[in-house]
């Protein structure tokens, strides 16, 4: 089959490689599109490395159609269409996923969109719902509004009855984060997010933030916390280190977690069959009656990965950019 690879210089080439084996409990897909993700680009720079016993190829999401099922999954057949969420080996034209990672296309949604899906919606309802417990009536703080995440975080939480704050940094993003439900959209180069919030919230504060910067936000994200709000780190975009007052959480009864999504297990609690099973069950409604929908910036051949990657790394971009392996 063809997949891309990285050079060591990072370069991305659509080339022939061997195929993925077919392990028991697994499902193959003939891959139609694949999500990108920053995690791609990291891996690709030789920063993030694949789990153990993952494909060493990109990606982290696809969606087309079963291939083959190997022996003992029967809950998935050849010819269904699917998306899938990937530890791995998603830049390709065929992909094996554990069978209990896989998921429906969503009602009303095109086929090649759907790889917009797997990554955004797990990571939102773990991270959001799961994890930090967010409730109708309460008020999330999603930096990086426009992103992939961003973007369905708002609908997301708009969806469960929330109100919704954002950060973004330039006017075409903050005008989509407003479309898509947040108020207030706050311009990160112009505005301080914490005094902002707080005046939006008759001082009160965040509920929830989910927070993609790490060490740079990691004070001020305290301050912009309600009492016994969550902060949930899944990025480090703004370095890896900081100075944590414990002081603050203790006045707060605040919570500082950190998850990521790539290296959990297969099946078992907080596992990925785990958060896809509640995804298929609490937003693919939403998905198929209109109150969320995937945010596509960019599409490209996946021949085109290099062009891709430098699209996403740019900042240019709002939403998902999605790799098209077959029409």
């Known amino acids: ?6 050079a060591e210089s990072g370069r991305l080439t659509w080339t022939d490689v061997p195929e993925m084996p077919l392990l028991p ?7 139609t599109a694949a999500g990108i993700n920053r995690a791609d680009l990291m891996q690709a720079a030789g920063k993030y490395p694949p789990p153990k016993g993952a494909s060493e190829t990109i ?20 010819g269904e269409p699917v998306c899938a969420l990937l530890a791995g080996g998603g830049y390709a034209e065929y992909v094996s996923v554990p069978a209990g990672q896989v998921m429906p296309v969503p009602d009303g949604v095109e086929l090649a969109h759907a790889a917009a899906l797997p990554e955004v919606a797990c990571t939102v309802w773990s991270n959001v719902v799961m994890t930090a417990g967010l409730q109708s009536g309460q008020l999330l703080l999603v930096h990086g509004g426009a992103s992939g995440i961003g973007t369905h975080a708002i609908q997301v939480a708009g969806a469960l009855g929330c109100r919704v704050a954002v950060t973004a940094g330039s006017p075409h993003k903050l005008d989509l984060c407003r479309e898509l439900g947040a108020d207030p959209a706050i311009d990160y180069h112009d505005e301080d997010f914490v005094e902002r919030v707080r005046a939006d919230s008759d001082g009160a504060g965040a509920d929830v933030i989910l927070d993609i910067m790490g060490a740079a936000y990691l004070d001020r994200n305290i301050d912009a916390l309600a009492l016994d709000g969550r902060l949930v780190i899944i990025g480090m975009q703004g370095g890896a280190k900081a100075e944590l007052n414990i002081g603050k959480l203790l006045a707060k009864r605040a919570g500082v977690i950190a998850t990521t999504l790539r290296a959990r297990p297969v099946t078992g609690p907080g596992s990925k069959t785990q958060i896809v099973a509640e995804v298929v069950d609490n937003v693919w409604p939403m998905v198929a009656d209109g109150r969320v929908r995937p945010i596509i910036g960019a599409e490209y051949p996946i021949a085109e990965a290099q062009a891709a990657h430098e699209m996403l790394d740019s900042g240019e971009v709002s939403g998902k950019v999605l790799l098209r392996v077959r029409e």
């Open 1 to 6: 089959m063809r997949a891309i690879v990285a």
């Open 25 to 31: 409990g697994e499902v193959s897909i003939e891959v």
């Open 59 to 78: 990606g982290l999401e696809v969606s087309g159609r079963i291939a083959a099922v190997s022996d003992g999954v029967t809950q998935w057949s050849v």
